[in-house]
């Protein structure tokens, strides 16, 4: 699969922590392949160079593009209409681009308003792997390895732009799958994004509490963990809060439901329906806890 | 401290996660002190005792509180008073009698009812430490080191007794401070209550989902560290729901009323409000973290 990359010029638009992580990944390998960089801090474009994780840089998306056999997109959703707007005059026919937003319906409709039709050569992707940590400083080589990554191709996508981006992701480390648009982000909205907001919005109510200090002092190791994805680049989730906002009122509403039903249970001290339900949540974190460490396992013994 | 302790009988009424790592804490400081574990089940209690953890043990409370000197009862929440009515007729005057529950109300209730008034002796308290782990499996002797222990005096309680559990959780490594248990109630639904509540409702949202697995296989990093405490044990969870209801459906419904507010934010696609909850959050989470991650040093500076 590296074969398909080496020799090729690969332009990665958004030096943070994904646009950063995939260089780093690349560089790894050693690949003969041009590696450009292009972000808005000259800064943070030089530590990358000094790193050895790209082979050159520009600030100037254009003159990197005009070009570039492959572009990789890793800026925040509502930043991607943008780069598309100053992609299109100079990408040439064969060049391959794909993104990794964590919403794609957004982004194959911003594609459709700059192109008036999808390029057969997009291929919108979504790498399932990230931090709360942010920019190219958090970034490190082996983020994708043994995560997932979910293209959406639509039915006009050219099946071998499908193919490079997939030698692109599985050369860091990721496996590979396809989904429908719909479908990703409706279950993107239930397994990410909803637990952001819940997060995000946990993390706010109790700062607002008058004894909020007090509460934060008395907080131990659960409240960490669950509400360490609070720390999350606000810019990025503000995108994907205001772009996939249907898929994610949806499942909101359906755990706002369960939430309420709860809350009876809790006002009538019902402690058969409390028992049942904390039971019933417990196995089947266990269970997806099971099928996590298993595909984790599987992977790393694939890789061996 | 450990003098408080030297020569004593303690003991250690249930052997899960807290009593066991109680146990295994003193069992450390090498004191001569008796340690006896109670327990229903006597496959654990010979594993304790296999494991050096207590000095003895039954499964007949009232043969080990008899002569006890200091008796700690590390059972779920509506397990107490079963333990209390027991104890009661064998209770000697001078035995100091601790708990470790997250819900301090309903255990003074439970003296209440069972001693027709609170015993002197008997000190409530509360380690904010655990595992969404349990069962003295997961017991280790360093689970309290650096962790906070607040314990909820009432006016009436012996200065002696609160300094002899005082003594005890500082020799497992424990900051212990005081805390009215009306305040303590109301600090733990912010901070442990409503978080575990909000883990358990979104798994079960989710699990019950029809592409439920597609859903979880989907998950990543972040989505197991949110709902980490969803695999806590359910019987000590659903205890703390029921005898600390009222107080979780009070920070729950403010909870609810910003999820409602942040729902409008959503179906307007209202950016700048999505932004500044998710900048208010983060700071909010960081500087939580920062007051957080200073109190684990300047604990560990001490005991250096």
Redesign the interface.
Known sequence: MMQALAGKKIVIVGMGLIGGSVARALARLELTAEIIGVGRDSAVLEQAINDGSITGFTTDLQTACADADFILIAVPV?AIAKVLQDLAPVLSEHAVVTDVASVKQAVVDAARNVFGAVPANFVPGHP?????QSGYAAAKADLFAG??V?LTPLVHTNPQAVNLVTALWQATGAEVLQMDVVHHDE??A???H????????????????G?????????????????????????M??DI??TN?AA??G??????A??NQ??A???A???EQ??T??????Q??????A??SG?VKSKSSKSD
Chains 1, 2 share one sequence.
């Open positions: 509502l399932i792997a990230g931090s709360e995560r997932k979910i279950v993107l239930a397994t990410s909803l637990p952001h907001l819940l997060a995000f919005a946990l993390v706010d109510t109790l700062s607002q509490q004894e909020s200090e007090e509460i934060f002092r008395y907080a131990a190791g659960g409240f960490r963990d669950f509400t360490r994805i609070a720390s999350s680049d606000p810019v989730w503000r809060f205001v906002s994610i009122v499942i909101l509403d359906e755990f706002t369960d939430l709860l809350r249970s809790l006002i001290q019902d402690a409390l028992l339900l904390c039971k019933r949540a417990k089947s974190r266990d269970v997806f806890m099928m996590n595909a």
